[in-house]
């Protein structure tokens, strides 16, 4: 059984940083060979991928967040990172992570951006 945790989650000022873990206790096969993904929901708004990691290291990134957000990724340490800079009010949202096409996902960490 995978479980995904997410810490680092909170209130920050805009302009900001904070940044984001996801840990995978369960398989650490699993989490090596998956992309993993953070996505974020806003209240009233869909769930939307922010950024995502393969397996081998290639990013990608949405829009919004491109140049200010990273992702990265710990296989030794079965985690995932998000390193999010220059935050705005909009990127309030729960962010959450996912293993990629598994079904697994974790259960989301509040992010508000706020003076």
């Known amino acids: 059984q995978v479980q995904l945790v997410e810490s680092g989650g909170g209130l920050v000022q805009p302009g900001g940083s904070l940044r984001l873990s996801c840990s995978c206790a369960g398989s650490r096969i699993l989490f090596t060979f998956y992309n993993m993904g953070w996505y974020r929901q806003a209240p009233g708004k869909q769930r939307e991928l922010v950024a995502e990691?393969?397996?081998?290291?290639?990013?990608n990134y949405a829009d919004s967040v491109k140049g200010r957000f990273s992702i990265s990724r710990d296989n030794a340490m079965n985690t995932v990172y998000l390193q999010m800079n220059s935050l705005k009010p909009e990127d309030t949202a729960v962010y959450y992570c996912?293993?990629?096409?598994?079904?697994?996902w974790g259960q989301g960490t509040q992010v508000t951006v706020s003076s």
């Open positions: 996912n293993m990629r096409g598994s079904g697994y």
């Open positions: 990691i393969t397996s081998g290291g290639i990013t």
